[in-house]
């Protein structure tokens, strides 16, 4: 873990990765399996973290890739074959769209993280990270969406795509801002957060799950229900 980091911002950022998995799950319908794969990612993340694994910085390819190179290749699995289809079209719009708030909570963290230097200012709301708009929004367009019925498939489709902007922007300023041999930013004071637990399930579940919504949803939105 963090040298001289409060607990609380540990705990903190625990609970928004079970929130996550957890508004997810609902999403899934309560499919068990997911819940078991879920649930066996986080372990072994964790255990890699606690070991030390992702605290050596400086290898080619950098041993971040660990963290994000399995989700990424999870999701393009679902969206190509024909039982990861299958499974999209059973995930429930309306709780994708309500796990966006979860990003709220990942900004105050990321802004406590700043503070103790652990990651740059350029990650957090006081820098060029806009994300916390999407959690803020989330639970709006939610209500207006499927509880009101008064927004359109075309404005939340709009919302989608932008808050997937906004995640990829962020993602982008995380990745050029770690310690790696990529490094291009925030040399004074790097993204060093993410080499450690709990945090290095931001990278390996809570972003995957948060990018897989919004395709999700930019996917569902562009076809006729």
Known sequence: MLPGLPVYISVLFILIAISTVWLFYRATNYNRTTLVVLQGWLASQAVM???????????????????IGPPLLVIVALFVSKKGQHFIDTLRLEQLTLLHSVRIVVEIVLYLLFVHKAVPASMTFDGS??????????PLVYYLAFVRKKITRRMLLLWNMACLGLLINIVLTAILAAPTPFQQTAFDQPNIAISYFPFVWLPSVVVPIVLLSHLVAIQRLRTPW
Do not use: C, K, M, Q
Request: no cysteine; aromatic share 14%.
């Open 49 to 67: 973290a606690l070991a030390g694994f992702y605290e050596r910085t400086d290898t080619t390819p950098p041993r971040l890739a660990f963290l």
């Open 129 to 138: 990270n806009f994300d916390i708009l999407a959690g803020l929004t989330a």
